[in-house]
Structure formats: C-alpha cells, structure tokens
C-alpha cells in the first residue's frame, strides 16, 4: 500500500523561499504530483515527477528521489498568495493513467508579511 | 468551457437521507473520480471509473455507489446518509493518455449530515 507523510503546517516570510517535504512509503507508484488547494477552493495542479530529479517551473520547483522515497515542492520569492495547502500524490502501480490518485494530508503554508 | 461542473455546492440532510451528488464534464475525458476531503486526512478516492459502463472501488467506497453511464457525468449517490459522511466531496477528471495527466478539480459539495 501507501502510505505519504506530510508536514501539516508552515509558516514563510514574504520575498523567501520554502521547501515542503513529502516522503512515501510504497510498493511503487507511476508519478507523484503537487497540487495546490487555496481554502474553500478546489485544488489545482502544480507539477509532476516520474523521473529522479529536480522539474523547475517559473517560481515552482518540484524534486523527486525514488531510491530515497523523497519528494519536496520548493517555492520561491514568496508572495501572500502562495498561502495555501500543498497537497501531495501518487499514481499507484500498475494502474496507469486512470485517474487514481493517493493523496497525502497536505501542508498549510501561511505566508507572513 | 464549464470544465468539472458539481452540483449542488452545499446540502444539508439528515440521517437515513439518501441522495445523488451530481458531476458533470464537457472535456471528453475518459477518467472520473470522486474524492471526500476531511480536516487532517487529505484528498480520500472513493469511486472512480475509465469510461462509460466501467466503474471501481477506490480507499473509502462504503456507503457510496456510482455509475458511468455516459462519458460527461459521474454522478455519486448516498443511499442512507451518516454523520461520519459529513465532508466536502471533490469530482474530478482527466484525459486518456500514454502517461499520467494532471487531474482537474470541480468545485467542491460542502455536505453536513446531522
């Protein structure tokens, strides 16, 4: 099965950058992808590893380490609007593009001025 | 484009309530999945299904049912409806592709059950 941890709260200052972990515990997965979730709102897709190592994305950047069961979302240049949750998920295996995901708990990162 | 339409965004039943939590989608897209969001538990799968006529069981089925009868709708349905249902239920849809494809969210059901 799988199992994925997230920190459950964050807290950044405006202009800085932040690292939010996601580490797995699984037989394997497909991808593992960000998703970004403002509150009352619905979340909305960020990035997606398949292969080891770092995708980069405007101020968005997304690492994946399969050998280390290891993911993290690094933000940077932090503005107020980055306050939201990051949610965490993989594709498990051997289901293909099915729109089966396990989602993590999800990281609430509040960005102070 | 609507892309994942949800209706209705708020409802309130009681105990023993049944009722259909519809979804629609205007994309074309193959795959559709219900979720249940829960303070501290993330996104759960419920359902989910890779076409019309084809469903399957995802984390947390009991107590819901679903049926694809078309590509566009998804519709999710609570029989006898429990406090511990209580939850804000995500649709969501994505294209069939060779790889994985970025899943897209509609706005949520806000749903209380007393």
Known sequence: GQNIDQPTEMTATEGAIVQINCTYQTSGFNGLFWYQQHAGEAPTFLSYNVLDGLEEKGRFSSFLSRSKGYSYLLLKELQMKDSASYLCAVSPPRSGNTGKLIFGQGTTLQVKP | N??????????????????????????????????????????????????????????????????????????????????????????????????DQPQHFGDGTRLSIL
């Open chain 2, 2 to 99: 609507a892309g994942v339409t949800q209706t209705p965004k708020f409802q309130v039943l009681k105990t023993g309530q049944s009722m259909t939590l519809q979804c629609a989608q205007d994309m074309n897209h193959e795959y559709m999945s219900w979720y249940r969001q829960d303070p501290g538990m993330g996104l759960r799968l419920i359902h989910y299904s890779v076409g019309a006529g084809i469903t399957d069981q995802g984390e947390v089925p009991n107590g819901y049912n679903v049926s694809r009868s078309t590509t566009e709708d998804f519709p999710l349905r609570l029989l006898s409806a429990a406090p511990s249902q209580t939850s804000v239920y995500f649709c969501a849809s994505s294209p069939r592709r060779d790889s």
